[in-house]
């Protein structure tokens, strides 16, 4: 008597070669509308991810201040060069910023980079009203 005795059980090898079918967007899609369910069961509390709109470049910038003052935009390039270099160098030195409607600016970290600082800050807007934040008093409400 031998012990290679079969037990009957065959397996099967398949060597169709029928290709794959190729995701489709629904497959990609299923995640971010998980994402979405999550967010909306979560409510209103806590953060929510945003879809970044598109960069605000200074030149952009100065032509808005043009568009929206309407002063010349040889007066208005000085004083927004000026501003931002008084903002970049404000946030360099760790100060808080209240600038309302702008919001209130606070670094929270740094970290040293080979071509310059990366900071994190933190960034307060409040809602916008028909008295952009002032009181009677004149001072800005946080």
Same mark, same amino acid.
């Given at each position: 008597?031998?012990?290679?005795? &079969?037990? %009957? @059980?065959?397996?099967? /090898? +398949?060597? +169709?070669? @029928?290709?794959?079918?190729?995701?489709?967007?629904?497959?990609?899609?299923?995640? /971010?509308?998980?994402?979405?369910?999550? !967010?909306?069961?979560?409510? %209103?509390?806590?953060?929510?991810? !945003?879809?970044? %709109?598109?960069?605000?470049?200074?030149? $952009?910038?100065?032509?808005?201040? !043009?568009?929206? +003052? %309407?002063? &010349? &935009?040889?007066?208005? @390039?000085?004083?927004?060069?000026?501003?931002?270099? *008084?903002?970049? $160098?404000?946030?360099?030195?760790? #100060?808080? =910023?209240? =600038?309302?409607?702008?919001?209130?600016?606070? *670094?929270?970290?740094?970290?040293?980079?080979?071509?310059?600082?990366?900071? #994190? *800050? @933190?960034?307060?807007?409040?809602?916008?009203?028909?008295?952009?934040? =002032?009181?009677?008093?004149? +001072?800005?409400? =946080?």
């Amino acid at each position: 008597m031998s012990n290679s005795a &079969k037990t %009957g @059980k065959s397996t099967q /090898v +398949s060597t +169709s070669t @029928k290709p794959k079918p190729a995701p489709d967007s629904s497959a990609e899609a299923a995640p /971010v509308a998980a994402l979405q369910t999550n !967010v909306a069961q979560a409510g %209103g509390d806590g953060p929510r991810p !945003v879809i970044a %709109g598109p960069i605000m470049r200074k030149k $952009e910038l100065i032509d808005t201040v !043009v568009e929206r +003052s %309407g002063i &010349k &935009k040889k007066d208005a @390039k000085p004083v927004i060069d000026a501003l931002l270099g *008084v903002l970049g $160098e404000a946030l360099a030195d760790h #100060r808080e =910023l209240n =600038l309302l409607p702008f919001g209130k600016f606070k *670094v929270i970290n740094e970290k040293d980079l080979s071509n310059g600082k990366m900071l #994190r *800050v @933190k960034i307060r807007q409040l809602q916008p009203t028909d008295n952009n934040g =002032l009181n009677d008093a004149g +001072s800005a409400k =946080l």
